[in-house]
């Protein structure tokens, strides 16, 4: 990650440390292993965000097949 991702990274996670916030995942089933990614924001002790998959067929085995790195 270059200085201007750190930044960005930083940035986000304050902004989602401030106050509760719900991100809303739609069509979830069609989503990889990349689309991930931002699992990390959940993991983060100082935010305060829930995660929302909504989807069509399949959508709850999604999460659960892509590994948490």
């Known amino acids: 990650m270059g200085r201007r991702g750190r930044r960005v990274d930083r ?3 304050t ?3 401030e106050r509760p916030r719900t ?3 739609d069509e979830a089933q069609w989503l990889n292993g ?3 990614e931002f699992r990390y924001l959940w ?3 100082a ?3 829930a ?3 909504v989807g ?3 959508c709850h085995t999604v999460p659960r097949s892509v590994p948490m790195t």
């Open 47 to 49: 935010t305060q965000l």
């Open 51 to 53: 995660i929302i998959f």
């Open 34 to 36: 990349e689309a991930f």
């Open 11 to 13: 940035l986000l996670k």
């Open 56 to 58: 069509g067929e399949g």
């Open 15 to 17: 902004a989602l440390a």
């Open 43 to 45: 993991d983060e002790p």
């Open 23 to 25: 991100f809303l995942v």
